[in-house]
């Protein structure tokens, strides 16, 4: 039976630009790193404090995300933070661009947004 996420996979259109946002501003510890020259493309395999990973995938030419958020398929990837307020913070320092706070209409927690180098939307979400 299902337990919990193990991943969560990402394709970006630059490699380089995608791995110093995840490792540098967002401070993921890398696991593995793989190059895949049959297929032309890099594996970068990233754990969150809890054991979650993100793989981050090249590929040449990826097509790009055909709408912001509502395209079918992943909506967003949100992460758990303790406080939104203290994270947005650390997220700014870093040039990150944040959307403002806004409260959860449904569980009352304060949550926001912002996007990787490729636009993907990414949640922090207070609990």
Request: net charge negative.
């Amino acid at each position: 039976m299902l337990k919990t996420v193990h991943h969560v996979a990402i394709i970006c259109s630059d490699y380089a630009r995608s791995k110093a946002f995840y490792t540098e501003t967002l401070g993921l510890r890398i696991v593995a790193e793989t190059h895949r020259s049959a297929r032309g493309s890099w594996k970068l395999d990233l754990a969150l404090e809890d054991g979650t990973q993100i793989e981050l995938f090249s590929f040449p030419d990826p097509p790009p995300r055909p709408d912001r958020p509502e395209a079918q398929g992943l909506r967003h990837l949100a992460f758990a933070v303790e406080d939104v307020a203290e994270t947005v913070d650390w997220l700014e320092a870093r040039g990150v661009s944040v959307e403002p706070v806004r409260v959860d209409a449904l569980t009352k927690r304060r949550f926001t947004f912002f996007a990787d180098p490729d636009g993907l939307p990414l949640e922090i979400y207070e609990g």
